[in-house]
Structures are given as C-alpha cells and as structure tokens.
C-alpha cells in the first residue's frame, strides 16, 4: 500500500497521498501510524540492515486525506520543521460543504480554543483565556450537480481542527464532519477535507517544489479533469 501512496521521494524527504483512516503518528489509539509503515517500507524496499529515519514533518487529522512529507534525514527534518514554523511551506486544501459560503472568497480571521476532553476546537472572543488567532483564506473553485460547494482553503496558521472548525462557524459544516455539524457521515468515518498540495524550497537543493495529491471522489464529483 505504501508504495501505491507515495507521491514524491528523493534521498532527503517523501511524501505520501494519506487515506482516510490512517494516523501520521502514534497515539493514544495504539494502532500502527504512517511513519512506521514507512519505516517499514523503506527498510524491506532498499535492503537496510540499521535503523531507518523517517521524520514527520506535519501531520494532517485521521479522517482527512492528502499530502503528508516525511524526512529522510535529520538535516531534512530540522530545514523543514523550521519552515513549518514560520509559514514558508504552504499548504492547500479542498474542503466540500453543502451550504453556499456567505462570501465566494474571503478570508477567515478567528480566535480558537481546543476542548481536550473533547477533542474539539472552538471559536471564541479575543479575550478569552488561551485563545489562539486563526487566519486561512477560502475560494469556491466549483460547484457540483448535487449543490455541493468544493472550496479552495490556504491556511496561514496550524491550529487545531482549524480549517473544520472555522468553516463550520460560518454555516458550512464540512461533509460527513459530525463533529462540526454535518448531518450525516461518509463512508468509513472519512470527512471531504483534503491535503490538496503542499510547497516548499527543497531542504537541500532550495528549488521550489510543489506536491500535489489527486483525489478521485472529490475530482469525480465535481467533474474535475487532472493531468496527475
């Protein structure tokens, strides 16, 4: 499965098209995440007698799909961290919901606040206690015959849940995310929020590089036609 994921790969990072279901990291669940499936991979793929490095460089939520990049180097891993932390690795998303959005693009400007007993974030007043300033921008890029709306979301923070908690606040629950709102649930437990691409100055060449998943459901509902 793993080699049928992979997207990018050189000597320093990989990245992955994440399914629905699978965890980037080991939680509290005790299932197997991604990077050890990756390790894995690597360590039968190439022969390695030793230890593999696989670094995670962000993480994306169990129920969503897309582009996730791992390190193969810690060099890689602490260059691409960094860019993480100040916002120079770009990342886009597909979000469908049902509701038609107040405004066809606008951006979103928040203050969340994480339930931990809940697992969920949600919006409140600036002055509330361990608020955290949530910035994304969003686009309808297309509608579909069956009245739902795909929006192009570019995030310019990383909170929690930030991209379903925010576009649920303005009336548009994300499909399938009960959570957040949606009525009904997808197939497998799986939410329509995509890790559409992500780009960066490569850890080791700085050439630009962009990464892009391809997503057949959300490409077919909405009749979109790709080259990948």
């Known amino acids: 499965m793993i080699a049928d994921q992979i997207l990018y790969e050189d000597n320093h990072l990989l990245a992955l098209n994440k399914q629905p279901g699978q965890i980037v990291q080991g939680d509290k669940t005790g299932d197997l995440p991604l990077s050890e499936l990756v390790k894995a991979y690597i360590k039968q793929r190439d022969a390695k007698p030793g230890n593999v490095f696989c670094g995670v460089v962000h993480r994306i939520d169990r129920p969503v799909s897309g582009v996730v990049v ?105 499909r399938g995310d009960l959570k957040y709102g949606f009525p009904r649930s997808n197939p497998y437990g799986s939410i329509s929020l995509h890790a559409r691409s992500v780009s ?29």
Request: net charge positive; proline share 4%.
């Open 70 to 174: 791992m390190a193969k180097t810690s060099k890689a891993l602490s260059r691409l961290t960094q860019m993480v932390q100040q916002r120079t690795f770009e990342k886009c998303y597909w979000a469908v919901v049902k509701n038609q959005p107040p405004q066809v693009k606008a951006t979103l400007r928040d203050y969340l606040i994480k339930n931990e007993q809940k697992n969920l974030s949600r919006v409140v007043s600036e002055s509330h206690q361990g608020a955290k300033l949530s910035l994304l921008d969003y686009e309808e890029i297309a509608v579909s015959e069956g009245g739902y709306h795909l929006l192009e979301v570019h995030l310019h923070t990383g909170r929690h849940h930030q991209i379903r908690c925010q576009l649920a606040h303005i009336g548009c629950p994300i």
């Open 200 to 228: 960066f100055l490569h850890p080791v060449s700085h050439e630009p590089l962009t990464i892009t998943a391809p997503n057949a459901a959300i490409e077919s509902l909405f009749r979109i036609s790709t080259n990948l």
